[in-house]
């Protein structure tokens, strides 16, 4: 069966550097979105990715993060510069191009990153 | 606000007691209302999607339902293994806004 793959499962960094994550997405989805979700608190919503650009991004999603799609099956978040609080769970989901909108995301297994 | 809401926080169960999870949503014209299980440290797994009110799903000991109002998750006969925490979320314009969870222990 299809699966969302993200690496790397853990990511540790010092404050103030920058981390990229990877996922590559279900191979026929064309949505691409990155969620987050810090410890014991609820999957938050960060951007969504659609046609090589971003279509819909939450107020988290600051000029300190930015997605990319380098090639024909990777999809990135970058951080420019890590805080403390950017600590947290990172999902990448995909879903393919549903009818009236109904598409279902699959979601990764998730990047764990601890900034120190 | 959106607001996606799940009772109970955390739920136990004996092997083989049923019971139901409840998932609200204050929005009008509902585009989706999404359930998704959630092991320890993995990503959120998809269960079922509902889009009209008196909708059903369901797969082995679970079947959702949607109502105009709320979402309900029903557990036939749970056992050890479905112990997870199950989340409910409701599709924004593109993407998916999500409850706290419900924490799920079923002991044998």
């Known amino acids: 069966e299809p699966e969302v793959t993200q690496t790397p499962s853990h990511q540790v960094t010092q404050m103030g550097q920058e981390v990229i994550l990877r996922c590559v997405p279900i191979?026929?989805?064309?949505?691409f979105y990155w969620y987050r979700q810090i410890l014991g608190q609820k999957v938050e919503f960060l951007v969504s990715f659609y046609n090589n650009e971003i279509s819909e991004k939450s107020e988290i999603f600051d000029d300190q993060f930015s997605v990319e799609r380098p090639d024909g099956s990777n999809f990135t978040l970058k951080i420019r510069s890590t805080k403390l609080e950017d600590s947290a769970m990172y999902f990448c989901?995909?879903?393919?191009?549903?009818?009236?909108?109904?598409?279902?995301?699959?979601f990764g297994p998730g990047t764990r990153l601890l900034v120190l | 606000e959106d607001q996606v809401t799940q009772s109970p926080e955390a739920l136990r169960l004996q092997e083989g007691e049923s019971s139901s999870l409840n998932c609200s949503y204050t929005?009008?014209?509902?585009?989706?209302l999404f359930w998704y299980r959630q092991d320890p440290g993995k990503g959120p797994e998809f269960l079922f999607t509902?889009?009209?009110a008196g909708e059903e799903k369901e797969k082995e000991r679970l079947k959702a339902t949607l109502t105009k109002k709320e979402s309900f998750l029903h557990i036939t006969a749970p056992k050890p293994e479905d112990s997870a925490t199950y989340l409910c979320a409701r599709k924004g314009q593109g993407n998916l806004i999500f409850g706290k969870g419900t924490k799920l222990s079923v002991k044998p």
């Open positions: 191979s026929n989805h064309l949505y």
């Open positions: 509902l889009y009209s």
């Open positions: 929005v009008s014209g509902l585009r989706g």
């Open positions: 989901a995909s879903s393919e191009v549903g009818t009236g909108g109904r598409e279902t995301q699959y």
